[in-house]
């Protein structure tokens, strides 16, 4: 869903604010359903021609696919290509409806034996996929592919039978966290903002909060990111700050960091936006037209972010 609160934006940026200069780079690098996304955000745009645009990814079985998400290649649905659409409906107020129930009944399809998500479905081995994303022929139930679908669905009101089984998974995984690293914790929050429960959640959140500092999971000091190892498996260089955990002010992940903590983070965040208008990504580059695909992504995620937080854009 679109912040709320915010004064509605110009039809057109201020020249050289981050607003304009974004504009520019998602003209000139964007797929159309990103075109699409960011006027909707920033431009008035409607919401009927980013579910257009979104409709060319989905497949007859209900999934996503068509590399929705940058790093999986070929037609075939896959559960983080249908994460993403249903971000996209949710943000565009749509994530509701037969659509939402197609998607259900293949997110049914391919749950593991807890009535969980796999990370990646083994229909992807043939077509080029990152290298570290590893495709099993048994792959076992994944926070980091549930919690955000789980949380999407409920913070939509959707009930369906699949619900049932993958939120009690998700409360599983959630609480049982001992040691773990950024993408799987942001999957959590994901899970946590929108949980029913709200004094279960608020619980989990509290002690995710506190794993997340003692483990050292977000770099607090922005100009002294040497103290802050990067996961295994991770790029060089691939830390995750404050505001990639909280990403609105809503979020349970806000009370984890102070004011000035999170403040340095949004300076940070604000700070990466490169010459040529956009935001960089920093996970590991696999292939040039993957990081083409996914800079207007990170794009409008980072203005979104700083929006919310009351940040001058544009």
């Known amino acids: 869903m679109a912040e709320t609160g915010a004064s509605p934006l110009p039809a057109t940026p201020p020249a050289r604010s981050p607003l304009f200069r974004a504009e520019q780079f998602v003209w000139l690098t964007a797929r159309v359903l990103e075109q699409r996304l960011f006027a909707y955000h920033f431009l008035n745009g409607a919401a009927d021609a980013v579910e257009t645009a979104l409709d060319a990814y989905r497949n007859e079985d209900g999934g996503y696919g068509h590399a929705l998400e940058p790093d999986l290649r070929g037609p075939v649905s896959q559960p983080l290509h249908t994460g993403h659409a249903l971000h996209i409906l949710d943000a565009i107020e ?3 409806g037969q659509r939402v129930d197609r998607v259900c009944r293949y997110l049914t399809s391919v749950s593991t034996a807890d009535g969980a998500l796999p990370a990646i479905h083994p229909s992807q081995r043939g077509y080029p996929a990152a290298p570290f994303i590893p495709i099993v022929d048994d792959p ?10 789980v949380g999407l669905l409920h913070r939509n009101e959707v009930w369906h039978a699949w619900l049932f089984r993958a939120t009690d998974f998700c409360w599983q995984a959630v609480e049982s966290l001992e040691k773990s690293h950024p ?17 279960r959640a608020e619980a989990a959140a509290d002690r995710l909060g506190r794993l997340v500092r003692e483990q050292r999971l977000a770099a607090l000091e922005p100009d002294d990111l040497a103290a802050y190892p990067v996961p295994p498996g991770y ?7 404050p505001h990639d955990y909280a990403r609105t002010p809503r979020s349970l992940a806000r009370a984890w960091f102070t004011d000035d903590e999170m403040s340095r983070s949004l300076d940070h ?14 996970w590991r580059q696999w292939a040039p037209g993957t990081a083409l ?11 979104r972010t ?9």
């Open 269 to 282: 965040l604000a700070g990466e936006q490169q010459e040529d208008g956009g935001w960089p990504i920093n």
């Open 94 to 96: 749509r994530c509701g």
């Open 140 to 149: 076992p139930s994944s926070l980091l592919a549930t919690g955000p679908v």
């Open 235 to 241: 790029a060089p260089g691939e830390h995750h700050f």
């Open 293 to 303: 695909e996914a800079r207007p992504m990170v794009t409008i995620a980072a203005l």
């Open 306 to 314: 700083l929006r919310a937080y009351g940040r001058h854009i544009g």
């Open 183 to 199: 993408y799987e914790i942001e999957a959590a929050v994901a899970f946590l903002d929108s949980a029913p429960d709200r004094t």
